[in-house]
């Protein structure tokens, strides 16, 4: 088992930035991969950005050039630093921590607002 604790969303204005923060406890040594996801409302969770335990990126089309998902391996935390922000990346965002098992956990999410 996997637990997340998320934190850093919030409202800002277009073009500003916020960093989200996800911290991860419990079985850390079986983490595979985590990332970021996002979903406002009725649309499907799509993906943000994920990082490999050989720091790895990948990124949706949609944030590449502004987002950057990083990791403090010693705190056992994913970073998600997001600039010029737009309306459109107003969403819940969630963190999710995947096991070389394939199994996947959840953090509780984060709303991020970006007003025009």
């Known amino acids: 088992q996997v637990q997340l604790m998320e934190s850093g969303g919030g409202l800002v204005q277009a073009g500003g930035s916020l960093r989200l923060s996800c911290a991860a406890s419990?079985?850390?040594?079986?983490?595979?991969?985590m990332g970021w996801y996002r979903q406002n409302s009725g649309n499907q969770r799509e993906l943000v950005a994920v990082?490999?335990?050989?720091?790895?990126?990948n990124y949706g089309d949609s944030v590449k050039g502004r987002f950057t998902i990083s990791r403090n391996s010693a705190k056992n935390t994913v970073y998600l630093q997001m600039n010029s922000l737009k309306p459109e990346d107003t969403a819940v965002y969630y963190c999710?921590?995947?096991?070389?098992?394939?199994?996947?956990?959840w953090g509780q999410g984060s709303q991020v607002t970006v007003s025009s």
């Open positions: 990082i490999t335990n050989w720091s790895f990126t």
């Open positions: 419990g079985s850390i040594g079986s983490i595979n991969t």
């Open positions: 999710k921590a995947v096991l070389r098992t394939g199994s996947g956990f």
